[in-house]
């Protein structure tokens, strides 16, 4: 059998992202970490139209020191406790690592497919940084594009995406799309 899923970024996507200097950041402490309005109610549509939940998050303030590992575990169990995610898939990396797996590169992406027989050409992928749709792009997911405004300067003309306000507003648009 063959999956189609919803990749989700976890900070900005999922809980709340802190702007200082038009960059975001993750929450460091467990009363920070706030679900945002509607997630709960997208995570749901997504699931009632067959699609896996996988979450797919760059933490390098793990490798970096800033944070450890115990915290984002603490934050994935609340993940998994309040929302019907599927999967988590971390890549703790500096973009100095050069590894396959951190964002904008798709190896997060492509060992959930792996795994969890996800077919990307039918799947989503939903961030709020530029990131998100370069690995959504390369893994060949429609790509949606939570537009903060952030100060964050990338060029995305040549990748395919839709911005959208919120998940809430994609998983509208995608049952709207499935009921025609």
Not at 8 to 18: I, Q, S, T, Y
Not at 49 to 61: A, I, R, S
Not at 102 to 130: F, H, N, T
Not at 155 to 171: G, H, P, S
Request: glycine content about 6%; some cysteine; aromatic content about 8%.
């Amino acid at each position: 059998m063959i999956n189609k899923a919803v990749f989700l970024d976890r900070d900005g996507v999922l809980n709340r992202a802190f702007v200082r200097d038009g960059k975001p950041y993750p929450p460091y402490e467990l009363d920070e970490f706030e679900i945002l309005p509607g997630v709960r109610e997208a995570l749901g549509a997504f699931k009632s139209l067959g699609y896996l939940t996988v979450v797919v998050t760059n933490q390098p303030d793990v490798r970096t020191g800033k944070q450890t590992l115990e915290k984002i575990e603490q934050f994935h169990r609340l993940l998994r406790q309040e929302l019907p995610i599927d999967d988590i898939r971390m890549c703790c990396h500096t973009d100095d690592d050069n590894c396959h797996c951190r964002k904008p590169k798709p190896g997060m992406l492509l060992e959930a497919a792996e795994a969890l027989k996800i077919d990307c050409r039918q799947s989503i992928m939903v961030g709020d940084r530029w990131r998100d749709v370069m690995a959504g792009a390369a893994a060949d997911c429609k790509n949606f594009f939570v537009d903060y405004g952030y100060g964050e300067m990338v060029n995305l003309d040549k990748y395919q995406f839709q911005k959208v306000a919120d998940l809430l507003e994609v998983a509208n648009i995608i049952s709207r799309a499935d009921a025609g």
